[in-house]
Every structure is written in C-alpha cells, then in structure tokens.
C-alpha cells in the first residue's frame, strides 16, 4: 500500500489565483460571508498575520477565510488523489492463476479503471471595486466602495 502511505496524514491542496492575481476569500461570521479578494504577496509580510474583513470588520486567521467553493475545490482534489493512490495499491495486488491440469478454476483479480473522482472547478466572482490599501499596500478587491484592509484593517 506503498502509494496509499506516500500521502500521509495530511494533503496540502493549492489555491490558485484567478486570472487578475487574486485569491477569493469569504468572511467566515455567518451573518457575514462578505466575498472579497486579496493578492497574496502584497500588503503586510509576516507569520501568523491575521486577516480582516472588509465588510464587518471581523477578525481571524488567514485559514478561515477560504471560500466555500475552494474547500469543495479542495476536498475533491485530495479525494481524487487518496482514490487513484488507492487504485495504484490494489492494481499491485492483481494476479491470474492458471487453472493446473484439466480439471481446475482459474482465478484473477483484474482492477479495472474505475470513474474518476470529479474535481469541483470553481471561478473566483467579479468585484466592483479594487483598491491598494495607502498604509500597507495590499491589493485587494471588494463589492462596493468602503471597506477595511484585509491585512492592516485600516479604512479607505
Ligand atoms: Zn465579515
Ligand atoms: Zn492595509
């Protein structure tokens, strides 16, 4: 089961940007979910920077603020990877006994390719507004005209 161990504990499914640069985000308060995008590698540098919410101001770490449809994205790439690991695994167990003599049954096992595991592609949403932030310079993207800074959560 050597591809299956190969995958280990944990997948770490990328998250591309859209085709401006930007990575969606989503606020994750439920009375929120303010859809908003930054461009990664502008605005603050550090570890462990929390991220803003443009909308209500909500503050957490930058790994709560995927999108519903990048966690789909994801959770469907690893499930393809863990299932053809899997497939890999048993095709190694395959094998074909010749029926001995001339009375015998002959047994094989034949693994044969199964349906792909589909992967939820998703497009990032048009913004109206794209703002770079006058006190850290992060680039970002958001539905109407105010709103804090992702990364310093300054007011524009
Ligand atoms: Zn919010
Ligand atoms: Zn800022």
């Known amino acids: 089961m050597d591809h299956l161990r190969r995958l280990g504990n944990s997948i770490s499914i990328p998250i591309p940007a859209d085709d401006n640069g930007f990575t969606g985000r989503e606020c994750p308060q439920p009375e929120c979910e303010g859809y908003f995008k930054i461009e990664l590698g502008t605005g603050l540098k550090g570890e462990g920077l929390p991220c803003h919410c443009p909308y209500c101001g909500?503050?957490?770490?930058?790994?709560?603020f995927w999108t519903k449809e990048q966690i789909?994205?994801?959770?469907?790439?690893?499930?393809?990877?863990?299932?053809?690991?899997?497939?890999?695994?048993?095709?190694?167990?395959?094998?074909?006994?010749?029926?001995?003599?001339?009375?015998?049954?002959?047994?094989?096992?034949?693994?044969?390719?199964?349906?792909?595991?589909?992967?939820?592609?998703?497009?990032?949403?048009?913004?109206?507004?794209?703002?770079?932030?006058?006190?850290?310079?992060?680039?970002?993207?958001?539905?109407?005209?105010?709103?804090?800074?992702?990364?310093?959560?300054q007011h524009n």
Do not use: W
């Open 72 to 153: 789909e994205y994801a959770k469907s790439v690893a499930m393809r990877r863990i299932t053809d690991a899997f497939h890999k695994d048993l095709k190694k167990l395959e094998f074909d006994h010749k029926p001995k003599g001339a009375f015998g049954i002959g047994i094989s096992m034949k693994v044969k390719p199964g349906r792909p595991t589909p992967i939820h592609y998703y497009r990032e949403k048009q913004l109206e507004t794209e703002v770079v932030c006058v006190n850290c310079t992060l680039r970002y993207s958001v539905y109407g005209v105010f709103a804090f800074c992702p990364d310093c959560g």
């Open 58 to 64: 909500h503050t957490a770490g930058q790994d709560q």
